[in-house]
């Protein structure tokens, strides 16, 4: 079945340090994927997404872009913020089967 | 637009009491989920209702959990009887359709807590 690994957190980074979450994938057929992003007490947001190979996804400064031969979604942003501190959640959606959601990792930014 | 509601924002009750949480949709979104969310873990599905037929309730547990979506609209999900377990976050979430390219707009939660 369909499947997402996500690197383990928690991610600490100084403010405007460069970031990078990985984000591997397990999926049949040509899935969608999504960066979802949780901050404290609240519901979770979408960050970003891509619909197929060599596709990016962009907003608020973070980027991913969809690997197929690696089968990758990695989360990039070149100098984060503190206000960027919450928890990241990478998914993917094949055809029409609900979205598979990865653990989740959090990120931690010290000013 | 507005977003995804849901209420209670919290709720804490003993194991074996029952519970009901509510959700509104964005207006017009015809499909929408319920995701179980454990602390440190990403959310788990667990039932998706298209309009007001169910989709997919393949991982509720049916003997304790149930969901209904009257007109299609608003949607309810009881726990009756709870389970020290079942202390998670209940996520709602709506999209306008079951493509997944669309994404899912998702409410802020309800906490439940069982003691």
């Known amino acids: 079945g369909d499947s997402v690994t996500q690197m383990e957190g928690p991610v600490t980074l100084s403010e405007e340090a460069f970031l990078t979450i990985n984000c591997t994938y397990t999926a049949t057929g040509y899935p969608s994927l999504f960066w979802y992003v949780q901050y404290p007490g609240e519901g979770l947001q979408l960050l970003l997404k891509?619909?197929?190979?060599?596709d990016k996804g962009s907003n608020k400064g973070f980027e991913a872009t969809y690997r197929k031969e690696t089968t990758s979604f990695h989360l990039e942003k070149g100098s984060v913020q503190v206000s960027d501190s919450a928890v990241y959640f990478c998914a993917l959606g094949s055809g029409y089967s609900t979205l598979t959601f990865g653990k989740g990792t959090m990120l931690l930014v010290s000013p | 637009e507005a977003g995804v509601a849901q209420s209670p924002r919290y709720k804490i009750i003993e194991k074996r009491q029952s519970v009901a949480f509510w959700c509104n949709p964005i207006?017009?979104?015809?499909?929408l989920y319920w995701y179980q969310q454990i602390l440190g873990q990403g959310p788990k599905l667990l039932i998706q209702f298209q309009n007001n037929g169910v989709v997919d309730d393949s991982q509720l547990p049916k003997d304790r959990f149930s969901a209904e979506r009257l007109k299609g609209v608003d949607s309810t999900l009881k726990i009756q009887p709870a389970k020290l377990e079942d202390s998670a976050v209940y996520l709602c979430?709506?999209?306008?359709?079951?493509?997944?390219?669309?994404?899912?707009?998702f409410g802020s939660g309800t906490r439940l807590t069982v003691v």
């Open positions: 207006s017009g979104h015809a499909t």
């Open positions: 979430a709506s999209s306008p359709s079951q493509d997944r390219a669309d994404g899912y707009t």
């Open positions: 891509a619909t197929k190979a060599d």
